[in-house]
């Protein structure tokens, strides 16, 4: 193992990933139903406990998973099935 490479870090996610598979997560479960509106990011990053950064990247990784929207001067939205 190199000694730069962390114990274990290959089998720990990405914050990003885990803050989208978790919003996805509640997607799906309809916990988070289409058209719903997302807290804003900041307000997102204090509740994950993750910094801002964290937030718009997985922010993206939703958008381009067809989860959600955003509305620029509105907010974030649970897209409608099959809505991309």
Do not use: C, N, W
């Not at 964290?54 to 897209?79: D, N, P």
């Amino acid at each position: 193992m190199s000694e730069i490479a962390a114990p274990d870090g290959h089998d720990q996610d990405l914050a990003y990933v885990r803050v989208a598979d978790d919003i996805a997560a509640r997607i799906a479960s309809g916990e988070l139903a289409a058209g719903t509106r997302l807290r804003a990011e900041r307000e997102l990053a204090e509740h994950y406990g993750v910094a801002y950064g964290t937030i718009r990247r997985a922010m993206q990784v939703l958008r381009e998973r067809g989860l959600i929207t955003t509305i620029h001067g509105r907010g974030t939205f649970v897209a409608s099935p099959g809505r991309k």
